[in-house]
């Protein structure tokens, strides 16, 4: 097939979850395809890039935005009920690069990532259309507005709003629509989800696979520490669930890894708490760690760091927003839903390392039996050929 795959990020380097996820699946669908990528891109690209990405793309094209040029989108957010992430990325000299970018090399079908990307691929009612929802967005805006400080709440209440509007109408326009987990699946506020098919992430274990080393630090985080569910999680795990273990066990270590730390992170430094920032190979911290924790509140699907670090045989310990997108069976140990809970589930297997082992063991044979990059883009694959052949059978 000719796939055009329209993101609203260059996917490298994979430092983020929509990222890594486009990366994946253009990595395998170019095995068997041909694949044009466009891409809308703030900011600085990164030297390796296009070259990478070449590899993977018959053609590609990457619109730079200006910030001047982002800030007018923004500003039409007045002026239309259009979600302002929509508006945000949205511009008509963007949309006439599309068009020509289309016409040039006209596709057998268009795959979209995020509601982001929609204004560009939705009218199009000659070729059929695809978007990945990736998670419900929405659901996970809405649970940012109590976090939200009183200037920046009714912004927040406003797009949530925008936004459950917008995917619903989004569901009939697009012939298919994907998201991560059935949890967010349920929570997509789609009227019709008859074409709503589930399409998980991966994770590449033959490249987090741990190695024998020093483990030098007790619970880990890792992540965009600059994305506020991740900033929200290891400061509502500073604040009220870590000091009920250094109650019981006062030498734990924490380390917090990853780009981007804002200064409330950054606060958070102690002599208990170490704060690495961009790691080059995030592998290292994973593997200097015995327990690694997702005390998410906030945000949606499936988190890639808890994929990751199950492959590096890492016990974990989960709130159950980020537990339940993996689809596993109910677990004490790995689900904790209170703070005294967290830290209770925490101290066992820190003073346990038969059962970190063991755990650890348990879910390394987990994610490679259900987390296979290889399956999930293959089931994206059949998805495109089978409404691909439905258009020419009705052309």
Known sequence: MEILVVLSRVPYPLDKGDKL??????????????ISLFCLNEGKIHPDAKSKLKKLCSRLEVV?????????????????????????FNSRQAQKKFTNFLEEKVPDIIYCQLVRTAEYTKKYTTIPTVIDFMDSLSSAINRRINNSSPIIKPFVKEEAKRLAIYENELGKEFDAQTIISKQDHALLPLTQKHQLHIVPNGVDTEFFNPTQTKKDFDLV????????????????????????????????NFLISGTNPTKSVLKLASKNITITGFVEDIRTSYNRSKVFIAPLRLGAGLQNKLLEAMAMKLPFVASPVAFNALEMKENKLRCANTAEGFAQNCLKLLNDEDLRNSEGEELR????????WNNHAAQLNKLFEQLTSNYRYTQ
């Not at 486009?22 to 041909?34: D, E, F, G, P, T």
């Not at 800030?71 to 945000?88: D, E, G, R």
């Not at 044979?365 to 296979?372: A, L, P, R, W």
């Open 21 to 34: 996820r486009a990366y994946h699946q253009l990595r395998i669908l170019s095995k068997h395809n041909s």
């Open 64 to 88: 730079q935005f200006s910030k001047l040029q982002l800030a007018y989108n923004l500003i039409k957010s007045v002026f239309n009920k259009l979600p302002f992430q929509v508006n945000y």
């Open 221 to 252: 985080f890792v992540g965009n520490m600059a994305y506020p569910p991740n900033v929200d999680a290891v400061c509502y795990f500073v604040e009220s669930i870590f000091p009920k273990i250094l109650m019981e066990r006062p030498h734990t």
């Open 365 to 372: 044979i987990f994610v490679e039996k259900n987390f296979s």
